[in-house]
């Protein structure tokens, strides 16, 4: 996974398959349609998604059938907000058959490979690459399979592949003695129409019909995907065990500090959980994160130990709330450059704001110079901090390969201030992140160094 | 020299002919050697970066003579440093002209095509690109050729070529009728050693010579490389053109404000003139600036009008000398990402130091809280105006092509703190910084929102 990529073909086109009720290769018709929602978005703006920004597949031929004016209208908003184009084919015979619906798609795909995928379904991005490497020759077609057949979501449910070399030598629902389960992603020439023409003519409609004609002549390709994710989405359990995917992978961040990872990212999505279904947009989100910080700074500076200890946690709370906003983006696959850029603005004034307010408090209290110059150096330190991480990052992910490494960000900062506003000792935590900041810039610095000159 | 770049060919090797005292095509040899030094740099070190850094040539073949072993052991020197690899012929008959010498290369090339150039000569590295781009044909041997015969710094001396076409049709340095200047840089075929061999043994051994015998049979194609930069470095004046040149060059940055531009720059490269041809390292001059802001805030605090106007003075001055690192850097090419994030960082805790110092020494003479407010308010706009530079900064360089923009960045920061010590208005000061960098900050992030949205 981790080489450089060789991809033999850059497929352009997708066929989705959004035609029956269920859509999956051989599986009767039952469960949720294409624009069921997990977790914000619909199965079919997922897949689109994965086509378009993890495998650079900009235009899509969409099969409908099964309400299909309700699909189309869907589908055209997902092509709109998204700068994808998309083009629907509606068969007169899709009730017969998945088969009957991927075979009209023929003549519409303009150039060869594309892509053919389920609609209610979801699969690593890293399945299609896969694919796109082992790109099908002129006559082939290339199924992704997988191999782990323990590991399959509803394996009464999966389409059974048995393999010979490279090669699918059967493919069928019911077979006893199989290899590997069919993922429901293929890369296809336009050898699939004829391999589905045949079958038709023998009355046979299903996809795994027609890549069983193509099997006969060694012309199906096994591709071997084992243990890249994918999960056939045809009912309710599958929904909640592709939410819990979906929030486990897109849900991450490397950067994140030990309190990030323990504290705040199980309380932020849990929150996210909730947030990512509703209107609000992540920016909203980091604003509303901003003025929770502002009214902690605020709590800090109207004076006495009850206001500092409820600044405190209000800051904590901020801090928690401040997650949200790249778990919603993620989710929702509106991540922009702007967004992340924005809302590490807002944090840098509300670490300040923090910071000062509890400066402000220990000198209202004690008149003492010392806490001003703690409380600067505080200031000066996080900032600088916040300002060197990118390349440190940087530095650290290619050196470390993506292993933790501890890391005294803005999740520590915070957790400092909630500490010491807490326990009413806010001298002492402006000491703590003066000390703790300045000390890792330098160590950065040192570190850096040493990388130049090696 | 905006549009997509196309080259035909990848040089990587190039041939530089550091035998004779001068080395030009057809003049007689007179003046400095190629170790001769131009703004802290040798001749030869400055023509090998441009081929390693500009165009990526790693190979050098250099033909030496004169003075051999000097020659050889400085090339030894650059190759170490900046690693590059060099081979060196010896030709026992180098006397006999840059022919002689050029010829000597036959079978240490490796690979063509090659570049050929003379060692004590300067030019600007898009003269190699433009050479790239029209890469010689088998057979052929491409000289780069500048038609704008009045702007030929020394025309006296310069070799002259009359074309037709794209040919070279004659050569010479008496020609009458003259159509383009001969600027000394080649991208060859081994062609060259054949138009060599055959003027040899007519008792010719001159560079030109071998061109006129390729030129007879149409094989040697003059490429226009008119308004790109060269300079035949054979005399003092000719040194001196060579320093104006690299400086004008190599010393500027965009991203300048207009405080840097009239008033910074011109001091810093005064500076730096004397600086480059000494051993201190851009680093240093980097902490020299710092520690000279640390002066000037220690003065700020000790408080005190007197103190106060010599602080501003310093800090005015540690801000030119903060000019002076990047342009040692350049005019050494010895740019590195370490060296401007190391200089960056030392920036932000000079920019802390100063506006500390000065909210100091205002909150010590009047003891009101707000001045602390403004105090901290510049710090914080300051730090996050530096913060937000990079993107906003990618972001007009693209939208405005280079074009100059109003940006109050460190040098007008710098220089309204110099202003309000030196006028004994602190409070003034820092309510202008804290002001100019917070709304500027909410003007970028309205301006990058508009971009994300077009």
Redesign the interface.
Known sequence: MTGPEVRKAEPAVAVLLAAGKGTRICTKSRGPKPIARVLGLSLAERVVCTFLKDLGVRRFVVVVGHEAEIVKSHFRDIALRRGATVKFVEPDDWRRGNGASALSARGRTGETPFYLSMTDHLFAPEIGRVLARHAPAEGQVCLAVDKDKSGVFDPEDATRVKVDGDRIREIAKDLEDWDAADTGVLLCSEALFDGLERAAARGMHGLCDGLRELAREGRAIAVDVTGHDWLDVDTPEAVREAERRVMSQQGRKISDGPVARYLNRPVSRWLTRYLVRTAVTPNQISIASWLLACVAAALFVTGGYPALAAGGVVAQLASIVDGCDGEVARLRREQ???GG??D??LD??AD?FLL?GLT?HE?AATGTQMS?VIG?AA??GA??H???AD?YDGMMTRKLRGAPYFRPGRDVRTFVIFLGALLNGPLLALAVIAVMTNVD?VRR?IL??R??KA
């Open positions: 922009s450059d702007f850029w924005f590490a603005i840098r004034y300040a000062f402000w000198f001003l600067v200031i000066i900032f600088v916040s300002y060197t390349k810039v610095i850096c160094a990388e130049e």
